[in-house]
C-alpha cells in the first residue's frame, strides 16, 4: 500500500483550474510581436502561399491590420518592407521617403500606442539579394554599416521605437547606436539579431519578402548552426555595442541558446519563431494530423519556457484571440 506521505504529483494536475494557476510558464499577447510586409500600391492585401493566414499590405491598409492586431491584444510589430526598384546598394532601404518610413507613419497615425520596430538590413532592397554592399563576390562589411545605420536613422525619424539590425555584420549594433545618437534619436532601442542562424526554416519569408539570394548564400555571415558558444559571444558583443535588448533566430531548433543566453545575460531576449516553423504548423493542421491551436500554443509556451521575455510569430494575432486579447 502507498504510505500517506508519498509524493503524488498528479495533485496538480487534476483539473484546469489547478493547472491553470500551477502554470510555470505562460504566454501573454504582450509577449508576441507580429511581423508585417509592406509593399508599394493601393488597397492591397495580398495573401502570401506558402504562410498560411499571412499577406502583404500596401501603406494604405497596414494601419487597418495594425489597428486589429492591436485590438486582438498584441502591442507589437516588427516591419519588413518590399521596395518598388532595387539596385547594387540597397537605395531604397535609407530613403526617408521609402517604403518602411511610409509604415511607420501611418501605423503610428492609425494606432499611436502600438510599438514599431523597424527591420534592418538591405537584402529586401538590393538587386542581388545579399545583406550588405558586394564587392568581389562578397559581402562587404565595413562599406555596409554606414548604410545600416542610415536605414536606422531614416525609420526611427519617421517614429519607429525599436530598429533591429539584422544583416549580422560586424559592429552592426555599434554603427546604429552611434548613427542614432549622432542625430539625436538617442530614445530609440535597439535589438541585435544577435544569434542569427544561417537556417532552412527562412524559406517562405524570403517568398514573402522578395529577398532571396541572386547567388551564393549567406552562410559567409550568418552563423552555423553548430555553435551555441558562438552564439554567445555574438550575444555578448551586440550587448558591449549598446543592444538593448538581443534575439535568437529561429527559435524552434535553438531553444537551447535562448536558455543559455537567458542563465547568462540580464538584457531581455527576443526569439523569432521563423516563417519554416509556423509554416510545418499550418501545413499538418491543414492535413489534420496535428491541432493546429494546440500544437502553435505548445510551440510558444516552448519559447517562453526556455527565456524568451518576447516572441515574433507569425501566430500573433490568432495566439493573442485565442488567449482573449488585451487585459
Request: charged letters at 25%; glycine letters at 10%; proline letters at 6%.
Given at each position: 500500500m502507498t504510505p500517506p506521505s508519498a509524493l503524488r504529483l498528479r495533485r496538480l494536475r487534476g483539473t484546469e483550474a489547478v493547472r491553470s494557476i500551477m502554470s510555470e510558464t505562460t504566454v501573454d499577447p504582450s509577449d508576441l510581436i507580429a511581423p508585417i510586409f509592406v509593399r508599394y500600391g493601393r488597397g492591397l492585401v495580398e495573401p502570401v502561399a506558402s504562410l498560411p493566414g499571412v499577406s502583404r499590405y500596401s501603406v494604405?491598409?497596414?494601419?487597418?491590420?495594425?489597428?486589429?492586431?492591436?485590438?486582438?491584444?498584441?502591442?507589437?510589430?516588427?516591419?519588413?518592407?518590399?521596395?518598388?526598384?532595387?539596385?547594387?546598394?540597397?537605395?531604397?532601404?535609407?530613403?526617408?521617403?521609402?517604403?518602411?518610413?511610409?509604415?511607420?507613419?501611418?501605423?503610428?497615425?492609425?494606432v499611436?500606442?502600438?510599438?514599431?520596430?523597424?527591420?534592418?538590413?538591405?537584402?529586401?532592397?538590393?538587386?542581388?539579394?545579399?545583406?550588405?554592399?558586394?564587392?568581389?563576390?562578397?559581402?562587404?562589411?565595413?562599406?555596409?554599416?554606414?548604410?545600416?545605420?542610415?536605414?536606422?536613422?531614416?525609420?526611427?525619424?519617421?517614429?519607429?521605437?525599436?530598429?533591429?539590425?539584422s544583416a549580422m555584420m560586424d559592429f552592426q549594433v555599434r554603427a546604429l547606436r552611434e548613427a542614432l545618437d549622432e542625430s539625436r534619436l538617442q530614445r530609440t532601442l535597439v535589438m541585435g539579431y544577435s544569434a542569427k542562424f544561417a537556417s532552412s526554416f527562412y524559406g517562405p519569408f524570403?517568398?514573402?519578402?522578395?529577398?532571396?539570394?541572386?547567388?551564393?548564400?549567406?552562410?559567409?555571415?550568418?552563423?552555423?548552426?553548430?555553435?551555441?558558444?558562438?552564439?554567445?559571444?555574438?550575444?555578448?558583443?551586440?550587448?558591449?555595442?549598446?543592444?538593448?535588448?538581443?534575439?535568437?533566430?529561429?527559435?524552434?531548433?535553438?531553444?537551447?541558446?535562448?536558455?543559455?543566453?537567458?542563465?547568462?545575460?540580464?538584457?531581455?531576449?527576443?526569439?523569432?519563431?521563423?516563417?519554416?516553423?509556423y509554416a510545418m504548423v499550418k501545413a499538418a493542421g491543414s492535413k489534420g494530423w496535428i491541432d493546429e491551436k494546440a500544437a502553435a500554443m505548445e510551440v510558444l509556451t516552448s519559447i517562453k519556457r526556455a527565456g524568451a521575455d518576447l516572441i515574433i510569430t507569425y501566430f500573433a494575432e490568432e495566439a493573442a484571440s485565442w488567449l482573449g486579447g488585451s487585459r
Open positions: 494604405d491598409e497596414v494601419g487597418a491590420y495594425s489597428a486589429r492586431l492591436s485590438d486582438a491584444g498584441v502591442r507589437a510589430v516588427l516591419l519588413f518592407g518590399i521596395p518598388e526598384t532595387k539596385d547594387e546598394t540597397g537605395t531604397q532601404a535609407y530613403a526617408e521617403d521609402g517604403i518602411v518610413p511610409s509604415a511607420i507613419r501611418e501605423i503610428k497615425r492609425a499611436p500606442s502600438m510599438i514599431v520596430m523597424a527591420d534592418v538590413c538591405l537584402c529586401e532592397y538590393t538587386s542581388h539579394g545579399h545583406c550588405g554592399v558586394v564587392r568581389g563576390g562578397q559581402v562587404d562589411n565595413d562599406e555596409t554599416l554606414p548604410l545600416l545605420g542610415k536605414a536606422a536613422v531614416a525609420y526611427a525619424k519617421a517614429g519607429a521605437d525599436v530598429v533591429a539590425p524570403r517568398e514573402a519578402a522578395c529577398s532571396a539570394p541572386s547567388f551564393g548564400d549567406r552562410r559567409g555571415y550568418q552563423m552555423p548552426p553548430g555553435n551555441a558558444r558562438e552564439a554567445l559571444r555574438e550575444i555578448e558583443a551586440d550587448v558591449g555595442e549598446g543592444a538593448d535588448l538581443v534575439m535568437v533566430k529561429p527559435a524552434l531548433p535553438y531553444l537551447d541558446v535562448i536558455s543559455r543566453a537567458r542563465e547568462r545575460f540580464d538584457v531581455p531576449i527576443a526569439a523569432y519563431n521563423v516563417s519554416g516553423e
